[in-house]
């Protein structure tokens, strides 16, 4: 701190560390969530037309790909860094990792014959079921040769959920993958890991953090008490919001077979509708693709439940919808921007049209509220005071039983993407499962098709599959529901036929 010139005041200007970053606290939350049971890691599993890194004996070029991956990490430099914790306050922060092996993160792997789908499955839940190594960046590919007798191959992608989300993932998919099947291969550039930081430099820049923003607020003051009555009221509106968000997490909903503690293990299954089918059902029937996502898992669960001997009429069931806040000028930004919405789902309605309208009405009236901000205060108020509160609030609510399940739809892009030419099928995205939650749906749209991935606890749901052919049954009955309101249309359209 230099001495200023005479007649002007002292101001203290702390330089922040560059060589960490520190974890939000919505991003750390990921990590307080963790336990043997609770891996907080998503997901995919793409599966690729082998082409030009099909290799004679009918393997796959995991050289390339490595070579490929290296070539691109320079845009990802979280991939190369681990987390360490700053001093009495030990919050996480990510500094790079000196001993970064790619070899250890893009693994090698094959199906045994016949390589089937089903067997890429069972492996797909082997992954998911073990946790990522907190000693090193948190993230491992799988690449698996021999599906489909070597034509096809898949890439199991693993990612801590404090590193992304989901919209954020979709744009380092974008990184990795590209719309021209004709991509070169450049050099990987060089890469010199930034200097381990102190525990003294972590815990003064913290403190220099803090001042920093304190200063910030002090300055911004005179503007906002220009108008007392506008501040007093976003004050009270921010305190609402933040009442509503945190009472939605204390109201549990019916305890059911697939809402019970978890286990280390998991299943994972999927499935695919054409998303053009998805879009006809919304014309026809009225609200969103999300509502028509919704609705569809609403009646597929008032089956499976029904399977399970459980009266679904008299079941509170809730999903926990997440909703995303990141502005376009953060996509392609790392971490987390996101909210929770909680609709209860009409499994008490046998109408598939009812469960539509009653769906798309309760998420327009969410939609309304002010949940998207409560999350934004509480994440605000946890980065000033500390991310324990956040996890604290979090950690609270799913004690209990919030929510049924997690129902995640991220729309991806509708064009054929491409890794070295192998070009990519299928998407079949991963949701990670938090307390008292057997079952967690992601949704991602590609390339004119709509993948879900259905990632579920071992000894809750072993019989995951039925719960997917009741997802299939469940939209069968909205199409044939919009096939028939077109088909009133026309006729209504047509008028009366001449005698």
Known sequence: MARPSRGASWVYAPEMPDSYER????????LDLETPSHHQHIAATLVFSSGPLRTPDGGVDIDRIREYVDSRLHLLPRYRQRLARIPVENHP?????PHFNLGYH????????PGDASQLKELSGRVLSQPLDRERPLWEIWVVEGLDGGDRFAMIQKVHHCMIDGVSGVDLMAILMSPDAEVLCPPAPPWKPRPM??????????LARRFSEAAEVVRSAPELLRDPFALAGRIREGAQALGETLGAGLHNTSETPINQPL?????????EIDLARVKRVKQSLGGTVNDVVLATVTGALRSFLRLRRLDPESLEIRANVPVSLRSEEERGTLGNRIALLMPELPVDEADPVARLDRVHATMAELKDSRLAMGA?????????TSATLLSLAVRSAARGRPYTLVVTNVPGPQLPLYLLGAKVEACYPVVNLLPNQGLGVALFSYSGTLYWGFTADLDQLPDLGSFVNAVDESFRELEAAAEAEDKRSNQALAGPRPA
């Open 93 to 97: 922060v990510w500094v790079d990792d």
């Open 106 to 113: 893009v693994r090698h792997t094959a199906l045994p014959l």
């Open 23 to 30: 974890l939000s606290a919505q991003d750390a939350t990921f």
């Open 263 to 271: 286990g280390p293990h998991r299943k994972f299954d999927w499935h």
């Open 376 to 384: 934004q205060v509480l994440a605000a108020v946890s980065e000033w």
């Open 197 to 206: 930081p102190s525990g003294i430099d972590m815990l003064t820049g913290d």
